[in-house]
């Protein structure tokens, strides 16, 4: 019989025969086996890991803390032999107010160790001993406990081990809700330190901490690397950051039901597209573990027996994906785990399917048949994404049908890991390592810039020496053999000025250089060279009143913009960057580069810059009208009219024209989308942010790292990875779209088929319904032809190769042309002639054109117009 969850066997004496007995007996062992086999089948998701250490410390408790999980923390009068600390204090509180926020990585469960805190007065260590070299889980607690004596939300202070940084200047100003963090560490020895060191005159605080080891499995040395693309090793000598464990398709997972009693969140709040998912599930025992694979300890199987899978699979769009975005922090690369496991295929090799991470390919074709050699078999593979390649402070994770033949078109996602790694400084926070100080992620690189520009600025001068020599030995006076020295000869041309190596200019341009650590290798020793005036740190602080956030008008991926207003009293847009940003470094460089050689009224004018005390600031003019973005949706400004939005489409596309064709070589801006397009207060259009930019010979291409933004990207670049003009010339097509429509690029929470606006209206263009999606605030006003005129230009910028896409000076003509048929038909009252076009009178190519019925002819010469527009043959091309 079976009772409280235990076999239990009672056998009653009986005259039973000895061989009757052995059968019986044997039946009995028998029985028993086979239960024990079936119980060992059924719980081999949920075999619990035995860590050689595991210190759980309920920081500033009087008792010991059993939580629900089963898990037990230890008091600190039980700890205290692994604190070293020299004054703390212990404080606690009775209840903790219902209302408190608990963050989905915190199991409910956890919330009895927020009710005491140990806090520290000086720098303290804990020391724990670690039986075994490897991986340990290192989670701690912290909330402010609201305590008269103790302003626990004004506490700031750093938490690291002997080599890593875990928080930097750390404070928890939210009184309302628990933080937590998690973190995978490397011990080497048999002693793991963990110190708490508070900021002069502040303190530090703990509530609760878990130093556990973890198993040696969990985190293998080498990952697939996304950009590059290609093998990544070394992930033994980074520690981690847990950010986000997700069970996708399913419901929160707690401590308990976890072999190393991690939490899992739902997914919920991540997928960008729910309306185009749909969630599946299978019973957890049913989950197979493969030899040699995943196991138990790399996610449980209630991770692998959800997932989620495509909505109607049979009817979706070619190009839908699945899509889930986690923020995160920038300048750190990421190690991204995701967990599969096919739960919708009936038999092998049915799936097949496309994984993308920030738009970049990570797996083409996964097929999880090949991989497991069976369904319901759990897998799960490593990304790591370079800091270079995260924009928008946010990693995007798709899954989609792969482009084959053969299997199903759908594509699943079961479980979803993110880890940021420890960067330059050994430090999971900033920028500065254990002993306090700062290190650049391009110390070395400045370093090296720094003797490259003395060695350049030395040859110059040898040179300039050496041309000085020649010109007076070719000028040399009769009898200078004779004179009592020969370098007399060598004195200056003309000796009433004074020569280039004692000017004033030249003397502060080289001490200037000299004094000031420069960040990107540019100095104002450059500044002469055309790169723009150079601005101190001083003069920027002054603008912007110390960089009040209260100046703060725009934030981008490198950093935040202020505006500013100089001692002269000039406006100015002050862009920031980020400290520490690789990526930043090259996007300074790039902007400085190309804003100095370049001058056109419709883009934006780099003013100066400054690389002072680590800095990287670029000056422009300031846009008081701001992005043409915010005009066309999210904001409460006034709408612009049709004709307003032309004239800013023709001045855009005169900029990118000027791009692609006004420099020796062919500028490709990379980044075209209406945040980067600025209206002056005339409403004047410029374009701005060259930090993608590319400089390629005329008519040619450039292989490179595919960069840009989501729903601007061109396609063809995407996949090829060859950049040209023409990738432009398509982000200024999808431009074209959301002027006329008004509405975001990329909308994940629309129905499947109008997520994509520029695919959207290209569709309803083809069904003769555009004019539906049309922005109803200016539909009425536009001319019919002047519309026409627009979608044509927009449908052959989105054509799908480069190559049958026009250039911008075509699609520029289109535009002016669409503006002087709205003109016109703003200046003639002919109602019935409103479709009829207008033919510039300028354009070499088209004598003759017909729309609908009516047709305009011109002679040759071009001096004999129609009645109907004799009012406007005066007008020029824009």
């Given at each position: ?522 100095s104002s020793l450059y500044s002469s060279a055309g790169l723009g005036r150079f601005f101190t740190f001083n003069e920027l602080q002054n603008a912007t009143n110390f960089f009040d956030e209260k100046a703060i008008i725009g934030v981008g991926g490198f950093g935040k913009v202020y505006i500013g207003t100089l001692e002269d009293g000039t406006k100015v847009a002050i862009k920031r960057g980020n400290p520490g940003s690789e990526q930043g470094i090259n996007e300074f460089r790039t902007e400085i580069d190309m804003l100095s050689k370049l001058r056109h ?278």
């Open positions: 019989m079976i009772m409280g969850g235990e076999t239990k066997w009672v056998l009653k004496s009986q005259p039973f025969s000895s061989s009757i007995s052995l059968i019986l007996i044997a039946l009995l062992l028998s029985s028993f086996a086979n239960l024990v086999v079936s119980k060992d089948t059924n719980s081999s998701s949920t075999e619990k890991f035995s860590p050689p250490a595991n210190f759980l410390i309920d920081c500033g408790s009087k008792q010991q803390s059993r939580l629900d999980d089963g898990r037990i923390f230890k008091s600190d009068r039980e700890s205290s032999s692994l604190l070293a600390t020299s004054e703390d204090v212990q404080v606690s509180v009775d209840t903790i107010s219902n209302s408190t926020i608990v963050p989905p990585s915190l199991s409910p469960s956890s919330l009895p160790l927020f009710r005491s805190a140990r806090v520290f007065l000086e720098e303290s260590t804990y020391t724990f001993y670690i039986p075994k070299s490897g991986r340990i889980w290192v989670r701690l607690y912290f909330f402010p406990l609201p305590r008269q004596s103790y302003n626990l939300t004004d506490a700031v202070f750093c938490v690291h081990t002997d080599q890593i940084v875990l928080l930097h200047d750390f404070s928890v100003s939210n009184n309302t809700a628990f933080v937590f963090k998690e973190y995978l560490v490397n011990v080497a020895g048999n002693r793991f330190s963990l110190k708490f060191k508070p900021k002069k005159k502040s303190s530090a605080f703990v509530n609760a901490i878990e130093v556990v080891s973890a198993p040696d499995p969990l985190i293998s040395d080498a990952a697939t690397s996304v950009s590059p693309a290609g093998e990544y090793t070394g992930l033994s000598s980074s520690a981690l950051q847990v950010y986000y464990r997700v069970n996708v398709g399913g419901p929160g997972i707690n401590p308990d039901n976890d072999t190393l009693s991690r939490t899992w969140e739902s997914d919920k709040k991540y997928n960008a597209f729910p309306d185009g998912s749909q969630n599946v599930s299978v019973t957890p025992n049913s989950i197979k573990f493969p030899d040699g694979g995943a196991t138990a300890v790399i996610a449980p199987n209630w991770i692998y027996s959800t997932a989620e899978q495509m909505k109607d699979p049979l009817t979706m769009e070619p190009n839908f994906n699945l899509s889930w975005v986690l923020n995160v922090e920038e300048s750190y690369s990421y190690l991204i785990r995701l967990h599969f496991c096919d739960i919708v295929s009936k038999s092998l090799n049915e799936l097949y399917f496309n994984v993308y991470i920030n738009g970049m390919i990570g797996v083409s074709s996964l097929d999880l048949s090949t991989q497991t050699k069976g369904l319901a078999t759990a897998f799960y593979k490593d990304f790591v994404l370079n800091a270079s390649a995260i924009t928008n402070s946010s990693i995007m994770v798709q899954v989609g049908p792969a482009n084959l033949q053969q299997g199903t078109k759908n594509a699943i996602l079961n479980g979803l890991e993110v880890m940021k790694m420890s960067n330059i400084a050994n430090s999971l926070d900033g920028f500065v390592n254990v002993e306090g100080k700062p290190i650049r992620p391009s110390e070395r690189a400045k370093v090296m810039k720094i003797i490259a520009a003395i060695g350049l600025a030395m040859a110059v001068t040898a040179m300039l020496l050496l041309a000085t020599v020649c010109i007076r030995w070719q000028k040399r006076p009769e009898g200078w053999e004779n004179r009592k020295s020969f370098s007399s000869w060598l004195l200056p041309l003309h000796a009433n000025h004074s020569s280039f190596l004692s000017s004033k200019s030249s003397s502060r341009k080289s001490s200037v250089f000299g004094s000031r650590k420069s960040k990107s290798g540019y009224r419709h883009l934006v004018s780099l003013m100066g810059f400054c690389d002072e005390q680590s800095e990287m600031i670029l000056v422009y003019e300031y846009m008081a009208n701001g992005p043409l973005r915010d005009h066309l949706y999210g904001s409460n400004l006034a709408s612009l009219s049709w004709k307003q939005r032309l004239e800013i489409c023709i001045g855009s596309a005169r900029g990118l024209h000027y791009l692609h064709t006004g420099a020796a070589q062919s500028i490709i801006h990379r980044d075209v989308k209406t945040t980067n397009i600025l209206l002056d207060e005339n409403f004047v259009a410029k374009v701005s942010d060259f930090g993608l930019s590319k400089a390629v010979p005329e008519n040619t291409h450039v292989s490179t790292a595919v960069k840009g933004s989501f729903g601007y990207l061109d396609p063809e670049y995407f996949r090829s990875q060859q950049l040209t003009e023409k990738s432009d010339v398509y982000s200024f097509g999808v431009v074209l779209i959301e002027v006329l429509c008004a509405r975001t690029v990329i909308s994940p929470t629309l129905p499947r088929e109008q997520v994509n606006l520029a695919e959207w209206a290209m569709q309803n263009h083809r069904k003769g319904t555009l004019g539906k999606i049309i922005d109803p605030r200016i539909a009425s006003s536009i001319n019919p032809g002047s519309l026409k005129k627009i979608v044509e230009a927009a449908e052959k910028c989105l054509a799908d190769h480069g190559g049958d896409r026009p250039g911008m000076g075509d699609v520029l003509w289109n535009l002016e042309y669409a503006l002087q048929l709205q003109e016109a038909a703003s200046q003639i009252d002919h109602p019935e002639d409103k479709s009829t076009n207008f033919i510039p009178l300028d354009h070499p190519n088209e004598d003759d054109h017909k729309i609908g019925d009516s047709s305009v002819t011109y002679s040759s010469d071009k001096s004999e117009v129609t009645d109907l527009f004799s009012q406007i043959a005066k007008l020029q091309g824009r």
